[in-house]
């Protein structure tokens, strides 16, 4: 049985759920992030169940995001943040 839990310094499911509300899309994301539609959905569950709320809602192949999910621009700044760590970019 895999392990539920979500361990929050994973920053997958914070790109996984960057990446779907940039594109409106879990295919344009899981296609940017190389990855199955599948991995990419996953991720986001682990993640709203972790923070306790639904970020999104999918309708006919698109997504529209929730209150809280429009709430992204932290999730953009965190997973840009850790982009620019990893090179060596602190800023």
């Known amino acids: 049985m895999p392990n539920e839990r979500y361990d929050p310094m994973d920053l997958k499911a914070l790109r996984c759920f960057e990446a779907m509300a940039k594109h409106g899309s879990l295919t344009k994301a899981s296609i940017e992030l190389g990855i199955s539609d599948a991995a990419v959905s996953q991720r986001i569950k682990k993640l709203e169940k972790y923070l306790g709320v639904k970020l999104y809602e ?20 965190i997973v840009r943040r850790n982009h620019g760590v990893r090179r060596g970019n602190r800023r």
């Not at 999918?58 to 700044?77: D, I, K, M, N, P």
Request: aromatic residues 0%; positive net charge; charged residues 20%.
């Open 58 to 77: 999918s309708r006919g192949g698109r997504v529209r995001l929730t209150e809280a999910g429009a709430h992204h621009g932290l999730c953009h700044a």
